[in-house]
């Protein structure tokens, strides 16, 4: 089995992308079948006012509600997650969240992502929507960016060293949280230029940065491999990123971020390398099955409970 945990049937593009055709969930279940894949996370777009693109108001499912309709519509191939803005409800950093959580759950989901807000990582309402979706066993995926003007587009925003973030997994420890994005990767490692080259640092590795640190330290905080941060993250030092595939083997999820319609040329690179990865016996089998769907399924309990998944994929 393989589960891609980062999909999207939102229309992403910017307007000078209006080229490409967003998917649906019809052509993200073709896309699937296309590489192979047996099951994908939806994750629904946008869930916050930054990420907003001018084509995407004009699409059959604009929200976040009507992209979980049409993924439901493939229960054995699609998994849905949720999706909220931390500053809902008033603003706040006390809003209760049941109310929404509750009818999320209800339509079948089972995480929620990417959450991607413009605020710090360990803002009280980030902390408090996160800790909420800990108390319904709901996983998060993150969106990240980092601070500066120059980088003023959405994400959770952080700094070189990720403290933000630790702080977050420190105030919301009950809480699965999956770490993507540029703000989230670029902090791998150091190199000639540190982790400050934003947003995919490239070349050797001389130290490790905070992702490492934090998997190690933090027992629920995981990482998807998808997008050009993620793989970057993973290739720009080949045999910095082969051990590190080992090492956190137990803590990494697949994923694509593909924002295109399954008949598009361009695809994410990362499921042909961990395949040849394996095939050259750089990465073990059983390391190969955790990232590509094991880890998935352990760390999704509703999923597993809902639909009679296991951890062999029966």
Same mark, same amino acid.
């Given at each position: 089995?393989?589960?891609? *945990?980062? +999909?999207?049937?939102?229309?992403?593009?910017?307007?000078?992308?209006?080229?490409?055709?967003?998917?649906?969930?019809?052509?993200?279940?073709?896309?699937?079948?296309?590489?192979?894949?047996?099951?994908?996370?939806?994750?629904?777009?946008?869930?916050?006012?930054?990420?907003?693109?001018?084509?995407?108001?004009?699409?059959?499912?604009?929200?976040?509600?009507?992209?979980?309709?049409?993924? +439901?519509?493939?229960?054995?191939?699609?998994?849905?997650?949720?999706?909220?803005?931390?500053?809902?409800?008033?603003?706040?950093?006390?809003?209760?969240? =049941?109310? %929404?959580?509750?009818?999320?759950?209800? *339509?079948?989901?089972?995480? *929620?992502?990417?959450?991607?807000?413009?605020?710090?990582?360990?803002?009280?309402?980030?902390?408090? %929507?996160?800790?909420?979706?800990?108390?319904?066993?709901?996983?998060?995926?993150?969106?990240?960016?980092?601070?500066?003007?120059?980088?003023?587009? !959405?994400?959770?925003?952080?700094?070189?060293?990720?403290?933000? %973030?630790?702080?977050?997994?420190?105030?919301?420890?009950?809480?699965?949280?999956?770490?993507?994005?540029?703000?989230?990767?670029?902090?791998?490692?150091?190199?000639?230029?540190?982790?400050?080259?934003?947003?995919?640092?490239?070349?050797?590795?001389?130290?490790?940065?905070?992702?490492?640190?934090?998997?190690?330290?933090?027992?629920?905080?995981?990482?998807?491999?998808?997008?050009?941060?993620? !793989?970057? =993250?993973?290739?720009?030092?080949?045999?910095?990123?082969? +051990?590190?595939?080992?090492?956190?083997?137990?803590?990494? %999820?697949?994923?694509?971020?593909?924002?295109?319609?399954?008949?598009?040329?361009?695809?994410?690179?990362?499921?042909?390398?961990?395949? +040849?990865?394996?095939?050259?016996?750089?990465?073990?089998?059983?390391?190969?099955?955790?990232?590509?769907?094991?880890? =998935?399924?352990?760390? *999704?309990?509703?999923?597993?409970?809902?639909?009679?998944?296991?951890?062999?994929?029966?």
């Amino acid at each position: 089995m393989i589960i891609d *945990m980062h +999909a999207h049937i939102a229309d992403l593009r910017a307007l000078d992308g209006l080229q490409h055709q967003p998917p649906s969930a019809a052509s993200l279940v073709a896309r699937l079948d296309d590489e192979g894949i047996d099951r994908a996370a939806v994750l629904p777009w946008p869930a916050c006012p930054e990420a907003v693109t001018l084509p995407s108001l004009f699409t059959p499912h604009p929200d976040i509600v009507g992209q979980l309709r049409d993924a +439901a519509r493939y229960p054995e191939r699609l998994i849905l997650f949720g999706n909220a803005d931390p500053r809902w409800g008033g603003n706040a950093a006390d809003t209760d969240y =049941a109310w %929404l959580l509750e009818r999320l759950v209800e *339509m079948g989901c089972v995480g *929620m992502g990417e959450v991607s807000a413009y605020i710090p990582f360990d803002d009280p309402r980030t902390v408090n %929507l996160f800790r909420q979706c800990g108390q319904w066993d709901l996983p998060v995926t993150i969106e990240s960016t980092r601070e500066g003007p120059r980088w003023e587009r !959405y994400g959770f925003i952080d700094v070189p060293g990720l403290p933000h %973030l630790e702080r977050l997994l420190q105030l919301a420890p009950e809480t699965t949280i999956i770490g993507h994005g540029p703000g989230f990767w670029a902090d791998m490692g150091d190199g000639p230029d540190g982790p400050a080259r934003y947003p995919y640092p490239p070349g050797p590795i001389t130290e490790e940065g905070a992702v490492p640190r934090l998997l190690r330290r933090y027992p629920r905080l995981y990482a998807d491999l998808s997008a050009g941060s993620g !793989y970057t =993250a993973i290739t720009r030092d080949e045999a910095f990123g082969v +051990a590190f595939l080992a090492e956190f083997q137990d803590k990494l %999820l697949f994923g694509t971020d593909d924002c295109h319609a399954a008949d598009e040329v361009e695809r994410t690179p990362q499921l042909g390398h961990l395949r +040849a990865l394996r095939n050259a016996g750089r990465l073990s089998q059983t390391a190969y099955d955790k990232i590509t769907y094991r880890n =998935a399924l352990r760390i *999704m309990p509703r999923y597993q409970s809902e639909s009679g998944s296991s951890e062999d994929g029966r």
